[in-house]
């Protein structure tokens, strides 16, 4: 089946630092990738839309120029965390949906957890 | 705007047993698909079941089985001869028909007593 490998599944960085997260469909092309947030016993919250070749829509309230989205091909979309202060530290997961699926049909990455000391 | 609402925090069943999970869901959308997602501990996110709205019958996979009530805006999963493995955070989810994008209720964390 179609999968989204995610990496890093753990990374603990620096306050003021930043931090990579990838986000690559193995075995499909996803010209839209999506990122999301989710608290300890939370929902998962979306945070941007990422587009394969242009810029990312993001969602009200999520700070651009803090979570960077990059999407330059059709396998890999990025988030880089800007200077992450400790309020960062979450789970981000991204999810993109096979060519074909129904709708709804979204593999999701295993998640990134982000602790900022 | 869409939400999606999940009144139940957590709930348990005795192994073996069958239990339903409540959702009601607010929606502008003419078309739409709703959604249950699991998520075990591992925190990857698995598709249970998916409903069409414009569909009258409910939805069913193996033991899952939802309850879809369009004019109540209301999708319920029941889950039948519950197992140790079904143990997880359940999400209801809404998408538009002409949206990619997910909206996700609250969750419900299940818990499985054996």
């Known amino acids: 089946g179609a999968v989204v490998s995610q990496h890093p599944s753990r990374v603990i960085c620096k306050s003021g630092t930043s931090v990579k997260i990838e986000c690559r469909s193995l075995?499909?092309?996803?010209?839209?990738m999506f990122w999301y947030r989710q608290f300890p016993k939370q929902s998962l919250m979306l945070m941007a839309t990422?587009?394969?070749?242009?810029?990312?829509?993001?969602e009200q309230g999520v700070e651009k120029d803090k979570f960077l989205i990059n999407h330059a091909s059709l396998t890999l979309s990025t988030l880089t965390v800007t200077s992450a202060h400790p309020e960062d530290s979450s789970f981000y997961i991204c999810?993109?949906?096979?060519?074909?699926?129904?709708?709804?049909?979204?593999?999701f990455g295993s998640g990134t957890r982000l602790t900022v000391v | 705007a869409q939400t999606v609402t999940q009144s139940q925090p957590e709930m348990s069943v005795q192994e073996a047993e069958t239990v339903t999970l409540s959702c009601t869901y607010d929606?502008?959308?003419?078309?739409?698909?709703l959604f249950w997602y699991k998520q075990p501990p591992s925190r990857q996110m698995i598709l249970v079941i998916r409903?069409?709205?414009?569909?009258?019958q409910n939805a069913t996979e193996n033991r899952f089985s939802v309850n879809f009530q369009k004019a109540a805006k209301s999708f319920s999963l029941k889950i039948s001869d519950s197992q140790l493995g079904d143990a997880a955070m359940y999400f209801c989810?809404?998408?538009?028909?002409?949206?990619?994008?997910?909206?996700f209720g609250k969750g419900t964390k299940l818990s499985v007593i054996p």
């Open positions: 999810s993109a949906r096979p060519p074909g699926q129904a709708p709804g049909g979204y593999t």
């Open positions: 075995d499909f092309q996803a010209t839209t």
């Open positions: 990422s587009n394969e070749g242009s810029k990312a829509t993001y």
């Open positions: 929606t502008s959308e003419s078309d739409y698909y």
């Open positions: 409903q069409e709205a414009y569909k009258q």
């Open positions: 989810a809404h998408s538009g028909a002409g949206s990619y994008q997910l909206t």
